[in-house]
C-alpha cells in the first residue's frame, strides 16, 4: 500500500454542480499533484501543491482548485462541472521538491475518486 | 506540441516470454522517465526511474531503457508470469523546477498461461 488515501470512492453529481474530494497523503510526504483520468487515458497533471501553496498547474480552468492543510490533507474542488469532467481523480504525494533529487518526485498514489457527472 | 506514444493500447505475451513496452515521445527533452504498474481500479505504482544520463536501469526481472536520441524508452519483463498482467504506464519529467510528469496513455499487457 502507497499510504495515501482518497475519498469517496465513487461519486456521481448532475452538470454544474460543485464537487470537492479528498486526499490523505503519506506522512512526512510535503508534496501532492492532483491528476485526471479519462477512461483509457494516462493521468492527466491538474496541479501541484507544496506545503500549501499551488506550485504548478497544467491545461485545466480555474474551475479546478485546490487546497493543501498542513496535517497531509489536501481537497480537490471543481466548480460548474461539466460531463467532460467525469473520470478518475487521483492524488499523488511525494516527498518533496525534487532539489536535485529525482527520488523525490516519485509518486505515491491513492486508488483514485471514480466521478460521475449525469 | 508535446507528444508521448506507448507502441501498442493493449499486448498479449505467453507466460515465460518477455515482454518488451515502447514509449517514445516527440518535441520534449524530459530530464527523467518513469515507468508505473495500474492494475483495474487502482492508482498507478512506481516501478523504475531512469535519468537522462542513463542508459539502462534494472530492478529484478524489470529492465528499462532510455535513449535521448532516438527519444525512445523500452521496458522489459523477463520471465513474464500472470501476475504481471496490467497496464504499464510511461511518465516524463522536466528535471528540477518542473515537477509535473506527464504520462502516456498505458499499454495493457496480458501475460497468457
Known amino acids: 500500500e502507497t499510504g495515501v488515501t482518497q475519498s469517496p470512492t465513487h461519486l456521481i453529481k448532475t452538470r454544474g454542480q460543485q464537487v470537492t474530494l479528498r486526499c490523505s497523503s503519506q506522512?512526512?510526504?510535503?508534496?501532492v499533484s492532483w491528476y485526471q483520468q479519462a477512461l483509457g487515458q494516462g493521468p492527466q497533471f491538474i496541479f501541484q501543491?507544496?506545503?500549501?501553496?499551488?506550485?504548478g498547474r497544467g491545461n485545466f480552468p480555474p474551475r479546478f482548485s485546490g487546497l493543501q492543510f498542513p496535517n497531509y490533507s489536501s481537497e480537490l474542488n471543481v466548480n460548474a462541472l461539466e460531463l467532460d469532467d467525469s473520470a478518475l481523480y487521483l492524488c499523488?504525494?511525494?516527498?518533496?521538491?525534487?532539489?536535485?533529487?529525482?527520488?523525490?518526485?516519485?509518486?505515491?498514489f491513492g486508488a483514485g475518486t471514480r466521478l460521475s457527472v449525469l | 506540441s508535446q507528444k508521448i506514444e506507448q507502441n501498442s493500447e493493449a499486448l498479449n505475451i505467453q507466460e515465460g516470454k518477455t515482454a518488451t513496452l515502447t514509449c517514445n515521445y516527440t518535441?520534449?527533452?524530459?530530464?527523467?522517465l518513469q515507468w508505473y504498474r495500474q492494475d483495474p481500479g487502482r492508482g498507478p505504482v512506481f516501478l523504475l526511474l531512469?535519468?537522462?544520463?542513463?542508459k539502462e536501469k534494472r530492478k529484478e526481472r524489470l529492465k528499462v531503457t532510455f535513449d535521448t536520441t532516438l527519444k525512445q524508452s523500452l521496458f522489459h519483463i523477463t520471465a513474464s508470469q500472470p501476475a504481471d498482467s496490467a497496464t504499464y504506464l510511461c511518465?516524463?519529467?522536466?528535471?528540477?523546477?518542473?515537477?509535473?510528469?506527464?504520462f502516456g496513455k498505458g499499454t495493457k499487457l496480458s501475460v497468457i498461461p
Open positions: 499523488a504525494s511525494s516527498s518533496g521538491l525534487a532539489g536535485g533529487s529525482l527520488a523525490k518526485n516519485i509518486q505515491y
Open positions: 506522512s512526512g510526504h510535503n508534496t
Open positions: 501543491y507544496y506545503r500549501e501553496e499551488e506550485n
Open positions: 518535441n520534449y527533452s524530459p530530464a527523467y
Open positions: 531512469i535519468r537522462e544520463n542513463e
Open positions: 511518465a516524463l519529467g522536466a528535471g528540477a523546477g518542473s515537477y509535473q510528469l506527464t
